[in-house]
Antibody
Framework: QVQLQESGPGLVKPSETLSLTCTVS????????WNWIRQPPGKGLEWIAY???????NYNPSLKSRVTISVDTSKNQFSLILSSVTAADTAIYYC?????????WGQGTLVTVSS | DIQMTQSPSSLSASVGDRVTITCRAS??????LNWYQQKPGKAPKLLIY???NLQSGVPSRFSGSGSGTDFTLTISSLQPEDFATYYC?????????FGQGTKLEI
């Protein structure tokens, strides 16, 4: 079955750039929207952005100036870049497949912003 | 942004109880409302999509209803594995937004 797996550094310094990748296994990126969602420790969920397999994107305005999402269909991956991070960006970052509902999630990866 | 407000924020219940969680949207979202269950250390799991559709594999004791601005998630007879945090989420318009969560405790 289709599985999602996030990967990337678990620790990022303040003011630097966070980079994460979601690898899709057991299926194709085609015909789906692919999302990033985050959850600060002990808090609620925040949608960050989505990308369609063809490359069209949509960003949360609260993060839009710092976020870039991209897709690499040859590697069956999509990625998140978040620039100028602060401690407020410390969170578990999830990737998720979207059918107008988040029906498939990765296990999540904790990213801590600290010097 | 559409604000999603869940009530209650926490709820104590017992095995076998019938439980209802409410989600209210700040603007009409038609039926574009989804419910998730999250257990500690795990990713959220989809329970209900578009207000009342049960996701494949989810037990039938879970049900959802509502439209417009007011929605409910009902668990007809609580089982031990249902103690978790529940979130609603609107997919009517971006930015997609979630409720603050309802923690269901014994």
């Amino acid at each position: 079955q289709v599985q999602l797996q996030e990967s990337g550094p678990g620790l990022v310094k303040p003011s630097e750039t966070l980079s994460l990748t979601c690898t899709v296994s057991g299926g194709s990126l085609s015909s789906y929207y692919w999302n990033w969602i985050r959850q600060p420790p002990g808090k609620g969920l925040e949608w960050i952005a989505y990308i369609y397999y063809s490359g069209s994107t949509n960003y949360n305005p609260s993060l839009k100036s710092r976020v870039t999402i991209s897709v690499d269909t040859s590697k069956n991956q999509f990625s998140l870049i978040l620039s100028s991070v602060t401690a407020a960006d410390t969170a578990i970052y999830y990737c998720a497949r979207d059918l107008n509902w988040f029906e498939l999630w990765g296990q999540g990866t904790l990213v801590t912003v600290s010097s | 942004d559409i604000q999603m407000t869940q009530s209650p924020s926490s709820l104590s219940a017992s095995v076998g109880d019938r439980v209802t969680i409410t989600c209210r949207a700040s603007h009409s979202i038609s039926g574009y409302l989804n419910w998730y269950q999250q257990k500690p250390g795990k990713a959220p799991k989809l329970l209900i999509y578009t207000a009342s559709n049960l996701q494949s594999g989810v037990p039938s004791r879970f049900s959802g209803s509502g439209s417009g601005t007011d929605f409910t998630l009902t668990i007809s007879s609580l089982q031990p594995e249902d103690f978790a945090t529940y979130y609603c989420q609107q997919s009517y318009i971006t930015p997609y937004t979630f409720g603050q969560g309802t923690k269901l405790e014994i």
